[in-house]
């Protein structure tokens, strides 16, 4: 029986591939939503994705996801350095929650370096550009059904 | 053909299992490193790994790395946090390195939360526990080999 | 004549008894709302309550609250520590405000023993629970009906 | 052919006239809209103006900016000094963007002295009150069309 | 049967009424001490209250408490910001403590925002002047004999 | 009847032109002062321009500008982040002074996104080139003689 | 009529002259006392010296100052770089104090730079030994009897 | 013939065994008292023990002892970390001091990390519970009577 | 026979009178001048004085002292906090010089708090208003001539 | 039966006696070992001494130590202060560690006050030269043997 | 041909020899200069040299060398470490310059340590006393004459 | 007769000329060794060369050097900026040994513009590429028999 994930994408990440594309790269948010809901369809995951500019709507559909899926990919994008609130609501998560960034945090400028939302989550995935939600999709799939997502993996 | 791959382990890692279970666990290095290598050989990575608890070492192994394998999967450890030397010996590295952590170091003590290596390599992945190194191994062989890669992981 | 009082709690309130409960307690928001309405009537208060995810929405909430309402109740919870706007808004209030907080936010972590918002109030009480909710209704109805809050709390 | 301008207003530039007046004046939002709609006519701008008291619906309003204006004037208001959502905003705009504060924000207390935000756009007009919004519309003006703006002015 | 509670004030309380008045008040601690011993009375308390200016003396004081009454009051004034002792003896008193400030320490300036003795104890109230005291009492109140000074309240 | 203004350029504004064009651009100061000129004879001003490497010769001619004419514009330029001596002198004027930069300095590096003398003159413009200059005289233009300033603009 | 004056010695300057000689000197604190009270005698001042290691009774004394004497002379030593307790009497001192120091505060290590009490008191005069003690009693000398002490002085 | 020795205790060791025993430990003060007054004898010193949670108080007694003992023991508690008057003090002794802490304090919260008053004395021994006064004693023994203490511990 | 001293004034103490006279009072520097030239002539002194606003004119000057003069009492002003060319100076000289200053600069801004110069002379006299030049000029007058000085006080 | 103990000695440590006398005194560590051999023997230790200046050979040492002895003493010398490594090594050891220094790190440069890997051990002895070794033998030997080593001592 | 460079001395060095000789030694700056004149001569380069207390005068003559020379040698003492004003000018010079300094800065105390104006020029020699400025104008002529000066020097 | 120098190189540069060439150049290390090891030919010193990227090691040979050459030429590399323990070894040393660095340091990032061990030996020459080298070999040189190297760079 499949599994429901939520994929959560925070500020200005609906207009990736325009946004400053050296860092962010020229895929858009479109084509990485049609990658992620494949691979969760080979993993067995109900994938549905959801992007917003808005803190207190991110909080607010994390809130809901403890009652409605089985776990949440989260890209907090600059709300990762300075949301104490939406810390506190993946501190209280009881579903797993992956976060993952396009770009290698630890590359960025000083203050971009550290993710207050990143310690309140299992794990983080950064770098890797759009494969960075690849990763964290097999990551989150393996903590919902660990058994089932390892076979998978070999 | 199959790629070259070296998987280097830092200080300390060669006690695990018997270091502060509570927040590395109860898992062995020479287990990891038996499952990266299965792991590897499905990717069609010839993997070796390597664990020291000189920085030295791992400095002098990376640069040999350059001339002998097509990438490498690194777990800094405590150098990760002050290694000046290692992180510059990365950011002259030719070929892909991925950066793993068994925890989540943003979910550490201050010190830890930063890493110089990490800002020297293409990403990090961190908090999975040994799967770390097994998500890392995937994401190696998409940047060494990506194509094949991808059609294996789908 | 009874008088207008509004109670508003900030960012993951409304997950309250569910989040965290070792810090936060059992006791859900539903169940504060009632004892604190309930307290308001002995006060002569009109009390109603409202809870938000949102920054945007409190700060909405207390500019229309200064020609609605007598006075205010708040807990900005995360914001209190981040949020200049919040604490730009309760400055400019022509009505009293108080500061409430479940746990003392002194004996928590660094970065939230400072309440920027708190500064910008009358008064702070914190570390009491539900109680301190029901410390600053008495604190509120003081300010705004002086005399007669005095005779009822004799 | 007249160009299009939005003027957006951030967090508690609702209240102006009422919010210490002893820092920000005694005139009205209104007021300073029509002179600056004014002012747009006679320098070809059709200027519509907006204020939230949200952070997400600034970065919702610039995000559809780039399609339908030719320029924004900006008062961040609180935002300026720990929105980092709203800047990264700012530095995907393909259209010129001017900030403005009624304020010398050099002449505030440390916390409010620098401007992540202004760090994002063309430039920085601060302190003259009301004045600002007339300089920086002329500023803007004269990038989005240049020669004729020039002549306006001489 | 009544509770024995004990009202300590830190330096400088002592000249209440006459120091910083802009700041405290205009009120004598004596009259403080009047209202706090009545309002005792009302809620079952035998209110003892002691002035020191001595670091020394309250750590002392609260020292033999442990042994004589039931609950305390504390007023640390200056103390608060430094006194690593007084916060190390409330760390270790087996009875309930509540903090108090006549001035709301938030909007002070940097260096009385924290109080270390704060974190050491049950709760805090402060900025409320005189009326601090009076909320206090009803708050150490209710943790000596929670449900009677619930009773009293209603 | 006309109005006398000085314009202030501080250190290495003399070798505008040839001063790191990426950042400070091709123009010649002669070419601003030429048209800075040209603009106060269209606003009535006298306009009067000097350029100096001295600290302290720009304390002297502000000095003397107090008792000389009604209105500075003044560009600091490395003065702005650190000398106080002219911030004091700034601070003491009895005529209005406009600070006006080239750059942005929020989006400089972080030793330079303060400045210190802008906090002790009216306004700050700031990133818009030689167009600093001229929206800057606008800006002193309305301070000396508002209303007539204002019609001309319009 | 003479005035009267207390001359306060905080911690540690009882064994003065055995103290760190090479920074303090040899001369003893009575001997130091001796010239004080001659040299009031000439100034008209009826001179009481003090000395206590301990804060509180530094407190104590400077609270009962203010209705026994009509000026202090103070030396906090060690108590100056830290002691808010200290520094919020002072700030309500109704009679002028100076502060003293036989050291050069500006010249010593960086924690003894700053004088917190020094900031609470009218005047500081530092660094000229036993010297600094006369100095200062000049400047109290001119502060409770202006006219007469600078006549004294010509 | 036998030497003097004074153990000096600062703040909060008297209610040692019943102040934060995960912490301190269960043992009270009388019984360590005990162990060192025995230790002194085999070591040939005449040990008297003291305590106080006067800082004052401390600093009298160590000015005493210049003239009244050959050595002291300090364990200063919670002034080590801030006590400056205390560290000048200790600075001035003619007589060895060593300071000892039941506790490791490099193992302790930033603030205790570092002890001014440690860096005035001889030496600092620290984490071993009671056996730190015991090792303190043979520290001093051997410092008092460097050849005789050492026949001693062979 | 009379010996030679100089006045050094740094910035902005020659519109002394009308600068910020909340701060630093109505009186002219030319009337400071007059004071301290006739309180020469009864110390035996023949004083000089010297107004500048530039750092270097200041280096120079004070070089010239050392073959010129027999000491210096310099007012650095605002170049007290920040010029480490001056305090440089000033530790090369060989002759005493003292510092005063108008204000009590720890009663000043926090950047303002710390004088370098200071550091580096004999000793520092602030807070007094004029009169901090007249008792920096006794205290000069006695490291110059000490058994004269002394002598004419009393 | 005889317990086993190593005594390892961090970087710089193998040319004592030539190494900054002043500090570190003029004693070989040669003559150190022999003294700590003979005490071990008096205590019933087989003590191994092992001096390297590699810092992952005090791991690699200190790794091993866990299966071949009964404890260790350890000098980190300048490792004390930045390894983390060692520190975490530490921190994983199952047998008792006791760190020694030569010198008092708390009457050292600001660098060298604090040591990452001291709060990793159980004690820290520091400031009585090579008597600091021979004291935290004693301790070790009390803490593998506790009920012997204190029968000897006593 | 030969080439023409000057050396140019910043504040201070006129009274080289006199000034604090423990540390910058007893050579006379007349002595140095011609040192360096000779040294040119043998190298090929026309050196004059200029010494001034003014940081206005070195950007000026730092413009001007601009255009009438090759090369610069810069002492720039005291300002290096907070003149904006000369790094500026420095970042701008179309000539190369060699940055000397006769003490080791690193050695020196913390806020000596950074030499902002050493970041803005090629290269940095510290540290050998007056050969300091021998070793520069061998890097100087290297640099102008790159071919020439090797042979020189081999 | 020849003195014998060591000139050591640090972690990295081994790979010089394939590391980050934007920064340290195309040039080998080995290229760099053969030009010293000529240059001291010249120079009267025999030369002997050794690279490592251990910390140990370097510690190690220094140790040695000692007492096996007359002085040496040391490129800690990334060491520069954090390893006390070299730091240590250097400030033991008997010899004279000169620091260089390819690149600027002053012209890096803030974490590399501080070098603890440059503050450890005679001078430091940085800036100059290999040219660093040879300079550094020239000021070592004249260190070790000043005269004659004076000759021969004359």
Redesign the interface.
Known sequence: MARDVWVLH???L??LG???PRLYGKVSLASIDRVIV??GQ?LGLNVATFQ??????L??RL?VA?DEVDGCLLNP???S?????L???L??M?IPVVEVHLT?L??RER??????T???????????GP??Y??GL??LA?MIAPAKARRK??
């Open positions: 925070g500020p200005n609906g207009i325009r946004r400053e494949e691979l080979e917003t500019n808005h803190e207190g709507a909080v607010d809130t403890m994008a600059a709300l350095h300075g949301s104490l609130a810390a506190d609501t501190r209280s009881t290698n630890y590359a203050d971009r370096q550290i993710s207050l990143g310690g309140a989550v299992a794990g983080v995935i950064m770098g890797f494969a960075s690849e990763l097999h990551a393996a993996r070999t």
